[in-house]
């Protein structure tokens, strides 16, 4: 069975951080490109970063770019999400997906497998 778990979501004051993990199992992980997308209240999912399978190619989007920090342990199956200087607006469910091998833009519609997803809150 496919799963993808994410953890480490947490309330964190604005100007914080956060790790946020993802714990893959049930496919060859290290074929796989891991995104992390989010969704806010009445917002569409967004992709907000991904990571290649060989670890060569890395994508943010604008707005987290130099705050937000992929990496992924292939021995561990888990990819990791460090988010610094948080903001009210990355409150979200933060979601990882899986696609194999390419980030290839992020798309949501073109993700595998998905997590099930984990709750940041920013206060300001």
């Known amino acids: 069975e496919v799963q993808l778990v994410e953890s480490g979501g947490s309330l964190v004051q604005a100007g914080g951080s956060l790790r946020l993990s993802c714990a893959a199992s049930?496919?060859?992980?290290?074929?796989?490109?891991i995104g992390w997308f989010r969704q806010a209240p009445g917002k569409e999912r967004e992709g907000v970063s991904c990571?290649?399978?060989?670890?060569?190619?890395?994508y943010y989007v604008d707005s987290v770019e130099g705050r937000f920090t992929i990496s992924r342990d292939n021995a561990k199956s888990t990819v990791y999400l460090q988010m610094n200087s948080l903001k009210p607006e990355d409150t979200a469910v933060y979601y990882c997906?899986?696609?194999?091998?390419?980030?290839?833009?992020?798309?949501?519609?073109?993700?595998?497998?998905w997590g099930r997803g984990t709750l940041v809150t920013v206060s300001s």
């Open positions: 997906a899986a696609r194999f091998r390419y980030c290839s833009g992020l798309r949501r519609d073109e993700m595998d497998y």
């Open positions: 049930g496919f060859t992980f290290g074929d796989y490109a």
């Open positions: 990571i290649s399978s060989s670890r060569g190619s890395f």
